[in-house]
């Protein structure tokens, strides 16, 4: 059950410790406790969970998350200015909050959490999707994370979850789906913001699959599909020439058509073709 906490409210919070918000760090905070908490339960009862925070800011989702029952969130804010706010949450949940000033593309997490974790984290857009992409690619699967509930841009949420067939389907989609199911679990107007930014955002929910959805080997399915939307409006014989030899062939055996577009061919036949590249 969620229970909104005894700290100041959340403008309070930003004043006191003049907590401007600095474009150059992607700073738009999320304010309403109600909303936060919703997020923080996106993948269900956080009892007990240990979680991974990227980029708490004033501390408005690490709230969310604590009030939901998290038993140790991590929280990892590259801005010092926000370390006083952060303290205070942590001194009303005695032990369950640590804070480390450090840049999240920096730093490894497992010295501090027990896996599985889930992460939550509201980070700038370019951040997430880099942070996105190295924990869809691990050196392993399953990964040491069990879900990641991610804000993005709405239209990067979109290239996350789509489906073949559509303008938005590409190396985002085929990383994501390949090892986890992936939902958009809401989208957020710029008014849920402050400041507001110029576009909608959503929040990405991925869950981490036991194993990939086909077989095939991670790094050259990842070379394959790099390559093949590459240049997404060629046929794929033309947009993957030079892979392999013969790569029509390759292509045939997949149960691909040399003449598609890389848009068309789903998951599966990625897979396939990935397999049939490995052969070479
Ligand atoms: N989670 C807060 C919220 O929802 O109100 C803040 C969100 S704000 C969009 C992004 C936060 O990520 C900022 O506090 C910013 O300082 C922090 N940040 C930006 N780049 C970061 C990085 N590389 N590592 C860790 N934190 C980062």
Same mark, same amino acid.
């Given at each position: ?6 700290? *100041? ?33 996106? !993948? ?97 699967? *399953? ?26 389907? !590409? ?56 390559? !093949? ?39 599966? !036949? ?11």
């Amino acid at each position: 059950m969620s229970q909104i906490d005894d700290l *100041p409210p959340l403008r309070d919070v930003i004043a006191t410790h003049d907590l401007r918000a600095k474009k150059s760090l992607g700073q738009n905070f999320l304010l309403d406790l109600n909303l936060t908490a919703r997020i923080a339960r996106t !993948g269900g009862s956080l009892e007990g969970a240990q979680v991974l925070e990227v980029g708490p800011g004033p501390g408005g989702l690490t709230r969310g998350l604590l009030a939901e029952g998290a038993a140790k969130v991590l929280a990892i804010e590259k801005d010092a200015r926000c370390l006083p706010a952060l303290a205070e949450i942590a001194s009303a949940y005695p032990g369950r909050l640590e804070v480390v000033n450090a840049d999240a593309l920096k730093m490894d997490v497992s010295a501090h959490l027990t896996p599985p974790w889930r992460v939550c984290a509201n980070l700038p857009y370019n951040v997430g999707t880099e942070l996105l992409v190295r924990w869809l690619t691990p050196a392993s699967w *399953p990964p040491p994370w069990e879900s990641l509930t991610l804000m993005f841009q709405k239209e990067v949420a979109e290239r996350i979850v789509a489906a073949p067939g559509s303008k938005t389907y !590409g190396r985002l989609a085929i990383l994501s789906q390949w090892r986890c199911d992936t939902r958009i679990a809401m989208t957020l107007p710029p008014e849920a913001f402050s400041p507001p930014p110029k576009i909608h955002s959503a929040v990405v929910h991925l869950t981490a699959l036991s194993a990939p959805r086909f077989d095939a080997d991670a790094t050259v399915l990842e070379r394959v599909v790099a390559k !093949g939307f590459n240049q997404r409006r060629k046929m794929l014989r033309a947009a993957l020439k030079g892979l392999v030899p013969d790569v029509e062939d390759r292509l045939l055996a997949a149960g691909i058509k040399p003449t598609d577009r890389a848009e068309q061919v789903p998951l599966e !036949g990625w897979c396939a073709f990935a397999r049939e590249v490995a052969k070479v």
